[in-house]
């Protein structure tokens, strides 16, 4: 008989199943639970936050929590475990469990619920929790109501390992109903099982073996000398995507969420202006291609997406998820491959003409040539994200935020191989959490920096509230435009009245008394020479600030529009 773990509790029913399912959740790799304050979750969290493994963070806003649980997950890779109350809390989990679904995210959400004789009955807090995030939690389960037997002990381990071990492919859901006592009352109800078997055995459950299967590939006897371009999508993992390319000749275009892109092997032709170049006409037919590997997700740049579907290339795309991820329902071969089975399938995939990566190359140069004139516009938006991209550096984490930021992340970053890793919430592509996301990714240790737009952080000022939590560094750089900067390149931008009012929507948000009330340090920079400033003394100090950088979004759509077009005749004036 071995002795009782510490992490078990036998003081009632349901500390004892809480605690097995900590330590099963443990021992399944969760290292973070985030959790929101309630009753009905007593026991999970009271489980949770004696676990010595197993680092806990109270986050008041449900909807803040599963972003910083969010951001936890993306910058570790293990699994975060969500906890709440019943009732309406757990549905302000829903756009964090979407985006988590889209990017395939490992987040295991564990909602209290009240018993079933508790339900449809005007209980208090009481709601159908049952299938909550329907189709975006890839695994359901309501758990057992909690019984102190070895029988549905083996039921909730095995259970909740398969749980973590499904949150591979994205988030989970596991709903549990709690009887009272909720709290950690002595009662005598499990005291009989703490000497009623070999714990360390109940829990030493084996690993399966790993096998690793290579699919078969249908590309390698089509391949011959055709022009193949590489497309290094926002979540694929492989920074040395320029070597494996250079070998064959083919170039890569590296979405700046790519770590070919900041992170790079300085290999090959990585191309960073491709939105510009795909621009102009005469280039997009000169750089016609047979074959598009795409690497991971397709990036967001519409020039690039109307390219590909104008000329129709075959196109295989390399993935790791499952699920059809052609947005562009073209010709597609999917492969599920990890970067290692990538490189022995294409060991014998034949190389692309000389020209082909030369012409790529000269067409970068001309555009980058172009797009230097970013220095002449000292206010522009685009330059104080290319003055973030040039100044951070490896073993710092940048995140961006979707609609404008991470535009002009995708036109203004340069190429690198000593920069910032990259994170986004590019799975939905929305606004939501982006503050608490930030937070999450920043709390995993690395320093970070968070590049977004004054909407998409109003968007999300409850995030605030976790600074006092947090453990590591975030300094957050907001471009405030006084509105939605990414609206003034849609078409409705020209029906004024009432663009302004409903797609721009305009605030008037004072920044440095919103931080004041947070107790968050704040300052203004004017120009990118004074951000680089900033960031370099600062972006390491332990805690929350922010910088806050003041531009004219009607002016910043002309210029942007204006760089673009001129890098855009570079390239195609160099490809003649």
Known sequence: MVAVMTPLDFRNTNTLWCSVLAETLARRGVKHAVISPGSRSTPLTMALVRHPDIATTPVLDERSAAFFALGLAKQTGFPVVLVCTSGTAGAHYLPAVIEARESAVPLVVITADRPPELRDCASGQTIDQQKLFGGFAGFYHELAVPEASLATLRYLRQ????????????????????????????????????????????????????????????????????????????????????????????????DALSPARLRGDGAGVVVAAYDAILRDRRAAETLRPDWVFILGEIPTSKALRQWLGAHDPQVVQITAKAGNRDGLHGRTITLRLSPGELDRVAAD??????????????????????????????????????????????????FVASSMPVRDLEYFAPVRTDGPRVLANRGANGIDGTLSTALGVAHAGQPAVLLTGDLALLHDTNGF??????????????????????????????????????????????????????????????TPAALRVALQTQSEEPGLRLIEVRTDRTLDAATRQRLLGEAAAAAGDALG
């Open 159 to 254: 259970t909740v390992a398969h749980a973590v071990e499904r949150a591979a492919e994205g988030p989970v859901h596991l709903n549990a109903p709690f009887r009272d006592p909720l709290p950690p009352i002595e009662d005598g109800s499990a005291a009989g099982l703490a000497g009623a078997g070999d714990w360390e055995a109940f829990f030493n459950r084996p690993e399966a073996g790993a096998v690793a299967v290579v699919a078969g590939s249908p590309v390698g006897p089509v391949l011959s000398s055709g022009r193949v371009a590489v497309i290094a999508g926002n979540d694929w993992p492989h920074a040395a995507i320029g070597r494996w390319a250079a070998a064959r000749g083919w170039p890569v275009l590296a």
């Open 349 to 398: 995939w034949t190389a692309a003409p000389t020209e082909w990566s030369a012409q790529w190359a000269r067409a970068e140069a001309a555009a980058q040539g172009a797009l230097a004139k970013l220095a002449a516009a000292p206010r522009f938006e685009g330059t104080f994200t290319r003055a973030v991209t040039e100044v951070l550096s490896d073993g710092q984490v940048l």
């Open 465 to 526: 509230l976790i600074a006092p939590k947090l453990r590591g560094s975030l300094t957050v750089v907001v471009i405030n435009n006084r509105g939605g900067g990414i609206f003034g390149h849609l078409p409705v931008a020209k029906f004024d009245p009432p663009f302004e009012e409903y797609w721009a929507t305009p605030q008037q948000v004072d920044f440095g008394r919103l931080c004041a009330a947070y107790a968050v340090p704040h300052q203004t920079v004017d």
